[in-house]
């Protein structure tokens, strides 16, 4: 959880996706999934897959 937080500055959906009313959208649910697809790959199954490359948030 603290990988995922590092990418994106939080865990809360509400902030995630601006609803909180105090943020902007940090990042989309493909996102948010895509990120946790890849932090399961990374410790479920480390150095089976290919490296994913550097993101930043505003990748979608």
Known sequence: MDKFEEW????QCA????????????????????DCARLVEDFL???QFE?????????E
């Open 15 to 34: 902030d995630l996706r601006g609803t909180d009313g105090k943020t902007d959208r940090l990042r989309s649910c493909r996102g948010c999934v895509a």
């Open 51 to 59: 490296k994913y490359e550097d993101r930043s948030p505003e990748e």
């Open 8 to 11: 994106n500055t939080s865990c």
């Open 45 to 47: 199954f480390p150095g």
